[in-house]
């Protein structure tokens, strides 16, 4: 069984720079695995912000952005806002099969 | 504009079936792979499987193998998530989302004697 592993939790001032980071279970996460970023706030439905490791919807906010660092997928947000404050989920794909890691509740405080 | 709409909250009994759509609108539906993902109450995403509605192939997740069944009707632009026999287990919100970051608003799905 893959597992994806993320941090439970993160905390930032407003106006600050957060990495989260994305494991995978079976190595070093590389482009092949089509890193996907995703913010979810409460009642809501997710919203992609990040496909293919660091490639940006239409939507995404400029102050998001996706890379690999040290074997890890990450998400860096620069220039924290308040309504950042959500929960964010990565996903890999292994092959024909897609896998979410745990989440990230990141706080901005 | 691209969109994909779910169908209504249900509530079911334990052993009852079950059938929600996600109608995806504004785009060539065929070109574009759909998934689900379930959410339990409190809880993180979990990716259940993926449907190509050009050809209906069908993947799933080891989690949700057996356990549900992922089809599409290319004519009406819809796929569905569905189960032949409901536990309370099942509970939970689902959500379907295809290529190119759109999510659906998601199905409550509650299931309770």
């Known amino acids: 069984q893959t597992v994806v592993t993320q941090e439970p939790s993160l905390t930032v001032s407003p106006g600050g720079t957060v990495t989260l980071t994305c494991a995978s279970s079976?190595?070093?996460?590389?482009?092949?695995?089509?890193p996907n970023w995703f913010q979810q706030k409460p009642g809501q439905a997710p919203r992609a912000l990040i496909y293919?490791?660091?490639n940006k919807h239409s939507w995404t906010p400029a102050r998001f952005s996706g890379s690999l660092l040290g074997g890890k997928a990450a998400l860096t947000l620069s220039g924290v806002q308040p309504e950042d404050e959500a929960e964010y989920y990565c996903l890999l794909y292994y092959g024909g099969a897609r896998v979410f890691g745990g989440g990230t509740k990141l706080t901005v405080l | 504009e691209v969109q994909l709409v779910q169908s209504g909250a249900e509530v079911k009994k334990p052993g009852e079936s079950l059938k929600i759509s996600c109608k995806g609108s504004?785009?060539?539906?065929?070109?574009?792979?759909i998934g689900w993902v379930r959410q339990m109450p409190g809880k993180g995403l979990e990716w259940m499987g993926i449907?190509?509605?050009?050809?209906?192939?069908?993947r799933y997740s080891p989690s949700f193998q057996g356990q549900v069944t992922i089809s599409a009707d290319k004519s009406i632009s819809t796929a569905y998530l569905q189960w032949s026999s409901l536990k309370a287990s099942d509970t939970a919100m689902y959500y379907c989302?295809?290529?190119?970051?759109?999510w659906g608003q998601g199905t409550l799905v509650t299931v309770s004697s």
């Open positions: 989302a295809s290529a190119g970051g759109y």
């Open positions: 504004g785009y060539s539906f065929t070109s574009y792979w």
């Open positions: 293919s490791t660091s």
């Open positions: 449907i190509y509605p050009g050809d209906s192939d069908t």
């Open positions: 079976t190595g070093a996460v590389t482009s092949g695995y089509y």
